[in-house]
């Protein structure tokens, strides 16, 4: 009796290991023929200051438009590329058209218009040989100054191999693009480490946003990482802000810059010119 139970579990658990092998498999298969095909975009999320409420500049997030499946997440992806080698050449393919699509509309709208553009890095990125000289090329070849690029790497990858991170980031700064860590405070060893890494942002992960408004303990721990920041002359952008709440706390903490739905979600490129011209008449209204 507990023994063909065990064996049913046991058949169960294989089943559904294989379903997620299969998923995978099938990811790669599609994600390959999604390169040679074009089924890419990006999408730009505003972020804005919180003083001045103007804006920074955006983030760019891949979308992957499936002919059959429609839209599957970065989330589901991502690790999927990453583990097949494939994530190089769509971080590429990322970095390429957001920089194009930044040149473009400093063409239309003039370069004070967007002061920055933030593009993720990968971890398995960082493993590419003359990764700084690489991105660097194509930002040229594109029309865009590297110092306008902030180059967003998670906490997480700086503390697997925290000398070399080190040194990319120092070959990227050298070429001016800015470094800005994402989703601080989810990972674990980067704070003792923070001041080696001469980043020039903090992204304080989403996370920590969500539970401002349970009280003293939240606060202080983002009230911390602020200061933090201040101290290493890094500036701080607050990731996944929803409600007038969170604004309301994080000004009173003096958090300079804040990114989330509240807002704007990420934005189709095309939408994007509408939204720079709404948001400038709001400013200028207040
Ligand atoms: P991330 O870099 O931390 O990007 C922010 C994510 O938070 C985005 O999810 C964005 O849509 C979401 N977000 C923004 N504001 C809010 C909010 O107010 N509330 C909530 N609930 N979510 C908000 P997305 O686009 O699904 O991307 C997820 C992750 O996938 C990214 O997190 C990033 O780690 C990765 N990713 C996305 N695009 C790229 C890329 O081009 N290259 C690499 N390497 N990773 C990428
Ligand atoms: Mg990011
Ligand atoms: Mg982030
Ligand atoms: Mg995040």
Redesign the pocket.
Known sequence: EAKSAGRNRTALFDASMLRRVQRKAELEVGLRLALETDQFH??Y?PIVSLETRRLRGF????RWQHPQEGLI???EF?PVAEDTGL?VV??EW?FRRACQQLAVWWQTLGREAIPSLS????RT?LAVPELAERLNSIAREEGVDPSAIHL?I?ETTITLDPDQAARIIKSLKAFGFKIDL??FGTGYAAMANLHMFHVDVL?VD?SFVANLHRGREFTAMVNAIITLADNLNMTLIA????TDEQVAILQSLDCQFA????FA??LPADHVVAFINKHKAQVAGC
């Open positions: 990006l999408e999320q983030e760019a997030l891949v997440p970065p989330g991502i994530m769509l971080g990322v593009v993720n890095l990968s990125q967003e998670t994402d989703d992204k989403r990731e996944g802000v929803e990114q989330g739905y509240l979600r990420p």
